[in-house]
Structures are given as C-alpha cells and as structure tokens.
C-alpha cells in the first residue's frame, strides 16, 4: 500500500478558503476509484511553518497513485482548484 500526502498553504488562508478546499479535495470521494483512504484536515496550531490543509490518501499501488495523478477528476477539476488557491504545495510519498 502506497501514502500520498499533501500539504497546501493557502494564498488566501481564511476560514472559508480553508473550508472551500477541503471540501474540493473531498469531492474526489466517489468519483475517483483507485482511492482507498481520503482525509482531509484544517490546521489549527497555526504556525509560522504550518501549512493550512493536509491530504492524507492510500492506494494500493504505485501503479494506482500514477493512475490517481491523471485521473480526469483529479487533473482536470482538483489540480487547476488547489493551484488557484494555493501558494505552495508540497507532498510525500512512501511505502506502508
């Protein structure tokens, strides 16, 4: 089984920004097969190093996250949403 999570710091990091994307990012619940955990949180420490939202999902496989990155859903609605509204995106990665 595959980890992929993602931190996104908001351009605009207001309550109702932090709750749009979190609410794109569960949008893909459903519509997106190859996802086999999705979870998604608000920060709330609020840090100088904290990030706003984080995405937390599982796959399968190596080959299902590759698949995951091109699906229509996730690369035609999600990506150009959280690229809007985000000034960095940063991921990991890893085996479980």
Known sequence: ???HIVLFK???PT???CTAVK???LSMN???PMLR???VGIDVIRSERSHDVALYTRFDSLDDLQAYQVHP???ATVVPFMKTNCSAIVAADYEL
């Open 1 to 3: 089984m595959i980890a």
């Open 10 to 12: 908001l351009k605009e």
């Open 15 to 17: 309550a109702a920004n």
């Open 23 to 25: 609410e794109m990012l």
């Open 30 to 32: 459903g519509k997106v």
């Open 37 to 39: 955990h999705l979870e």
């Open 73 to 75: 859903y996730h690369a």
